[in-house]
Every structure is written in C-alpha cells, then in structure tokens.
C-alpha cells in the first residue's frame, strides 16, 4: 500500500499567519440496541433549532444562520478586553518573561547556538504576551484553576528529557493529590500543536484530567516552547520538521512509561550533550497503570496522535518505542484533527465551501515528509473546527461529510470512531490563546476564572467521557456515567451546540454492548 507524501505546506503557512497575529436527513441514523435494555439512550432537546441545518442555498436564512454562527468566531476576542482579564494577562506574560530569564541565567546552556535557542526561537520560549494562555490557570492565581487547584487538588512537577536526537524537551507531570499511595491510574499523554501553541494552551483540559483521576504529562516538542528549537545534529523541530510531532510523542511515552528499574534511554545515550540536569524517570511512575495509556494532541500533535495509535495496525510500521514492545496506547483523541493514512483531514487554513485554494502554499519551496505507515488500531475521538485557521464566512454549503474521513476507515476496520464539530468553533478553540479568533473561552473573569463558554466546555466534555469509557475500571471516578455523557445529546454540551454545517457522527459499543450508531446526531438517534 502506498504512502503518498504529506504536504506540510498547510501548516507552515499556519506558522506564517500566526507569526502576524447535512446531509438533510434523506439517510436514517441509527441505533442498533444490544441485550441489554437498561443501556443508556441517546435522546434530543425539546427545544432543538434545525432551522439552519434545514435553510435552502441560497436564501436570506442560510446567509442569516451564516451571519450569526460566524459571529462566535469573535467571542473570546471581546470578552479578552475585560480589565480583570488584562491585568491577570499581563501579570502571568510577565512572570512567565522573568522566569524564563533566570532558566537562562542558571543554565546558559539553554542559549547555546547548538540548540538554536533565543529570546524569540522556539516562539513562545518565554511564555510571554499570548504564550501566557490562560493565565487564571496558574499557581499565581486565585480563583480555582489557581492557587487552590495546585494546593489542594494536584501535584506538578517539571521534567526535562532528550529526545532520540538530544534536543532536550521541557515538560511537566501531574497526578491527582489525597489518593492512596498504591494507587494505580491511567494515564494521559498530550501533543501540542505547532508554533504558539505551548503547553499551557491545554490546560483548560488537563486539570479537568487530573479531577478526573489521570497521571498526565505535557510536553514541548522541538521546536516549541520551553523545549529546543534544533537538535544538535542541526534537525529542526516545529513545522520545519514534522516528524517530530509522532517521533517526540513516541519518546515523551517512553519517557512516561520509564521508572527506577527502567530509566528513560535517550537520556542514557545523549548524556553530556548538555550540562542541564535531566530526569532520569518519571516522578509519578509508581502511580501508573501501564495497561491504560492513552494519548491526546491538537492540530500537528493530532496528526502525531494519528500517527503513534496506529502502529501495529495491519499493514503498519511496527511500535518504535524503546521500553515496550507492542505499541501501548489503548485509546486516542484529536483536536482538529484525524488524519488518515494518505494525509487526507488535515485542518484547513482557510474554509470556503470548496478545496482550499492555499493548499498549496509554498509547496514548490518547502519538502513534505512521509507518513510512516499506520492505521486504525484504537478507540478514536476526532473533534474538527467549523471555521479554519483563519476563519472565513461561508459563501456556499461546506461538504457534510468532508470532517469524517478518517471515521469511514475506523467502521471499515470495525474499530470505534466519534466525530464532532460545534458551531462556531475555529483551529484556536483547542489551544486557548489570547487574541486569537475563537468562541466564548472566559465570559467572566472576575470570577477568578475562566470557565463555561462554549466550545471549551464541549471539547473537555467529550474529551474526558472517552478517555473515561475506555480507560476507567469499575469504582472509579466516571466509570459509571461515561456512556452516559457520551450520547447526552439533549445535554448542554450536546446537540444544540454541534454544527449544522458539518455532521457529527458517532459509531461504537457502549459497556452494555449496545451499538451506539448516529450518522448526524443533530437529526436524532433514536
């Protein structure tokens, strides 16, 4: 089977703009009910609006429902001009400026022209101005995303590792606080996006992760961040290397699966590249469940998820790990979004209705990479964005089913898939970052906090209802109501937030043994 090559052209032309800145119901869905009848059931809201998933094209109501869904692009833009959210900003920028100034002061390593760091390389190194994301989530802060959450609810600790070609990786570990010291939990591992998309940007979900009772690492990849922007062997990272989104996934895995009686083996064998002090193993390895790993990444991180899930998959390039022989991960999460193994599903840079005319982008100067070979191998959940990385309005009606490419593989192949897609959400809702275009993320930050909105409270919603149906054990927290949250469509994070321009579909069986099958949830899966 072939591998065409992956044009990366899309997504260093993403790092350029950010440098700068249904189907109608003619087929039945369907729910195909198992043995037992207790099972949970998907049900709609009542009060459920179809109109604009019905309005004809062309017509004064498609352009209204248009208007008016384009407008959540623009949300989070308007409530950062809050003066509780500027000052909280603007404290964080700084702090995160100055700490990163002492790294450099105590270790000067980090500003060896080996690694190519500076002030400004990797973009956000100093997690200032919008590298801070969301600053209410903190220690410094107050609210309870803050100093509380840290104090009472978690325990994080940074790590510094190598990757296989000795750019050293900034991350950090969390583990949930008061459990049992032999306590054995799941485990999460989370691949940012390209260029200023820094760890931070995903702790909207990680501490949520944590409440729930996972062990979770984060991490930079080359070229972002806290981490290296090149290896000494002059390889870069970031969009000018994309290998190093399924590559450094695979490492940061070793490096969280490694303990006391197997350490970490990149370190072993970069040692002395660098006088920084590493991490031997991971500080919370006596906490792990090796059995339950799954993994989750957004926008070059997901392409990197889509990637690391599928070795081992028929027909795929084995597990290239160095402390497991068979590939471990068990369940796998997309933020806009899965691709498949032709590089086919990769989030637009623009969205017009048609194929998107800079596709192409530099593509005559830049060399794409090849995908290794991969699969469907693991329960999946694919979240894709309404809009693209620069939002347009619409002009014309998208393709419906243009988000659930990779889903037909998954059923093909018999394994579970979930698709969704929320109104009004963009490439920025999964990495929430100050000034960028996306949905409602903190309407009100005197609070202390940001919480609620709207695409953000669906993404961590499902993101933690999957993991939990497919990693949790009886007794565990979230074991019991996973199913449940998953086809809560009549919920608040349901149906009536899921686009009506791009179906949302979901095919997979529920602990009941229930088919959970809907090939447009807002139509009705009953």
């Known amino acids: 089977m072939s591998r065409p090559k992956l044009k990366i052209a899309v997504i260093f032309a993403l790092a350029l703009l950010a440098l700068v800145a249904c189907r109608s119901g003619s087929s039945t869905p369907q729910r195909t009910t198992g043995t037992d009848s207790s099972a949970p059931v998907a049900t709609l809201p009542q009060n459920l609006d179809r109109s604009c998933d019905l309005a004809e094209y062309p017509s004064a109501e498609w352009t209204q429902c248009e208007l008016a869904n384009f407008a959540k692009t623009s949300e989070a833009l308007l409530e950062q001009a809050d003066p509780v959210f500027l000052q909280r900003f603007t404290e964080q920028s700084l702090s995160n400026t100055q700490e990163w100034v002492a790294r450099s002061v105590s270790d000067p390593s980090w500003l060896s022209p080996q690694s190519a760091n500076t002030a400004l390389l990797p973009l956000c190194t100093t ?48 583990r949930p606080r008061n459990i049992a010291e032999n306590a054995k939990l799941p485990n999460i591992v989370i691949t940012n996006g390209s260029v200023q998309a ?26 972002q961040g806290r981490s290296d922007q090149q290896a000494p062997n002059g390889q870069q990272g970031s969009n000018a290397n994309l290998a190093v989104f399924w590559e450094g996934q695979v490492d940061a895995i070793d490096f969280f699966r490694s303990s006391p009686s197997t350490p970490y083996p990149h370190n072993i064998t970069c040692k002395g590249t660098y006088p920084t002090t590493v991490t031997d193993f991971n500080p919370f390895w006596n906490y792990q469940d090796s059995e339950r790993l799954g993994i989750a990444g957004h926008s070059a991180g997901a392409i990197g998820v889509s990637v690391v899930q599928g070795y081992g998959a028929r027909d795929a390039e084995s597990w290239p790990g160095q402390l497991d022989i068979e590939n471990p991960v068990k369940v796998a999460v997309a933020w806009d979004s899965f691709v498949t193994p032709d590089g086919e599903g990769l989030a637009p840079l623009t969205n017009i209705g048609g194929p998107d005319p800079l596709n192409g982008v530099l593509s005559s100067a830049l060399t794409g990479g090849d995908l290794p070979a991969f699969g469907p191998r693991v329960p999946a ?27 037909l593989l998954w059923q093909q192949e018999g394994i579970p898939f ?16 100050p000034t960028f275009p996306s949905t409602s993320w903190c309407p009100e930050p005197a609070s202390g906090g940001c919480e609620d ?19 949790k054990l009886p007794d565990e927290l979230g074991y019991e109501d996973a199913d449940q949250r998953l086809i809560d469509d009549a919920g608040p994070q349901g149906a009536i937030k899921m686009s009506f321009r791009y179906l949302s579909a979901r095919d997979y069986s529920d602990r009941s043994g229930n088919t959970q099958r809907c090939d447009n949830i807002r139509a009705g899966c009953l």
């Open 381 to 407: 959940l694919s979240f894709s964005a309404d809009y693209g990385f620069a939002p347009l309005l619409y002009t014309s009606p998208p393709d419906p089913e243009s988000h659930n490419l990779a889903m």
């Open 198 to 223: 820094p760890q931070a940007a995903y702790w909207f979900v990680v501490q949520p992760l944590v409440r729930a009772g996972y062990v979770v690492l984060t991490f930079d990849p080359r070229g």
């Open 127 to 174: 997690g200032g101005l919008q590298c801070a994301a969301d600053p209410f989530r903190y220690p410094a802060a107050t609210g309870a995303n803050g100093a509380p959450f840290y104090a009472d609810e978690a325990e994080v600790v940074p790590v510094v590792f190598y990757d296989r070609e000795c750019a050293r990786l900034s991350g950090q570990v969390w």
């Open 418 to 433: 979930y698709s969704l897609t929320f109104q009004g959400t963009t490439h920025f809702d999964y990495s929430l970052i």
């Open 453 to 471: 909105g709207w695409g953000a409270p669906a993404i961590v919603h499902y993101s933690v209802a999957w993991f939990d149906r497919w990693l």
